[in-house]
């Protein structure tokens, strides 16, 4: 596919089974942000092309697979989610749910991320309409698109790492719960 190549060295390693924590966070959203500005590159570049239209239909298709990438790079994709003890997974979607993560946990459709690019119409029409002045407006287009793309695709690293860590502390405090649970006399 177009977008999927990767470089050799900069491979991750597999995907975790359960959401990372600790300082695994760290490393993981470093790695997803740099994955993210490579994207928001190939944005810049299709927003470029004098075509109206091609760079949203673009954008969907390739903030679609961004988005679930991160998920799974954060071991948060629905799969994932699916897989955890059922006491974990509701501890996962409530953390998702209180930092504000659409799209944390959730399977990723085209029709959903449409629903993010419209929140964002005024700066992607403002995009289209550049394309109409010859060379300028073309480089203003890769900008506005650049910016646009980088700045979602941040949010939505951003949100992963909070519900990751929400859900690291939620698992420290459910198994102090139930440690102090074993230990009460009946």
Do not use: W
Not at 76 to 99: D, F, T
């Amino acid at each position: 596919m177009l977008f999927r190549r990767k470089n050799k060295d900069l491979v991750a390693p597999e995907s975790p089974a359960t959401p990372v924590s600790g300082a695994e966070i760290e490393v993981v959203r470093e790695r997803c942000r740099e994955m993210v500005r490579k994207r928001a590159l190939v944005s810049a570049g299709v927003a470029a092309v004098p075509l109206p239209g091609l760079d949203v239909l673009s954008d969907l298709s390739t903030f679609t697979l961004l988005v679930e990438e991160v998920n799974k790079e954060f071991g948060l994709s629905q799969k994932q989610i699916e897989r955890l003890h059922p006491r974990l997974r509701v501890l996962a979607y409530q953390a998702a749910a209180s930092v504000g993560g659409m799209l944390v946990g959730k399977l990723v459709t085209k029709r959903l991320v449409l629903v993010l690019f419209k929140r964002a119409g005024v700066k992607i029409a403002a995009k289209t309409v550049a394309k109409v002045v010859p060379v300028a407006g073309q480089v203003a287009s890769a900008a506005i698109g650049f910016a646009l793309f980088r700045k979602m695709g941040y949010q939505h690293v951003e949100a992963c790492a909070k519900v990751a860590r929400e859900l690291q502390k939620l698992q420290v405090i459910d198994a102090g719960t139930a440690q102090a649970d074993k230990q009460m006399p009946a």
